[in-house]
């Protein structure tokens, strides 16, 4: 695997999704926890049309010192014309940015080889719910990290077990 700098990947990115190609690109960070998560793969299109609830690449800065891009959901229009965007996991909004900043939109992303529809569908409301309802989706996620990390947990002690029961009777049979 070859990971590039974006000053390297981004003109790529741009110039495919200008072509009207699609493209795919592992996430890093945790911004958008719970819905991406560091690792996961996701396929960007052409952003045509921009809605609430989109999750998009935009770049946010672009002096010549610095460019930035981040991949976050657009939370908020401001009169019309330019709108913020929040990364799910994160309290503050960054913008406002126009249209033009944005260099595509998520359409799927892939966890363990699940493909999740985000463009449109349950994942794309439930992405929609948790944009509305912040701060209060991030307090819940809070409150029920631990369980799941708890549940996470037992589950792979579980299967070990599991495993190695199997192991033990294959050779004892």
Sequence with gaps: MMILPSRELMP??????????????????????????????????????????DMVLVQTDSSDVMERYV???????????????RGDAQLHCEGPFTPDAVLGRVTTAWRNSRP????????????????????????????????WQLGRRTQRWLQQFWEAGLTSQSEWG
């Design 12 to 53: 790529i990115v741009r110039a495919a999704l200008e072509r009207g190609q699609r493209v795919r690109m592992t996430v890093t960070g945790s911004s958008m926890f719970p819905f991406l998560r560091d690792g996961d793969v996701v396929e960007l299109e052409p952003a045509l049309t921009l809605r609430l609830g």
């Design 116 to 147: 999740r529809n985000l463009n449109h569908g349950l994942w794309w409301v439930a992405g929609l719910i948790w944009a509305r309802t912040n701060p209060l989706g991030l307090s819940l996620l809070q409150l029920a990290l631990p369980s």
């Design 71 to 85: 991949l976050h959901r657009i939370v908020r229009w401001v009169d019309g014309a330019a709108f913020l965007i």
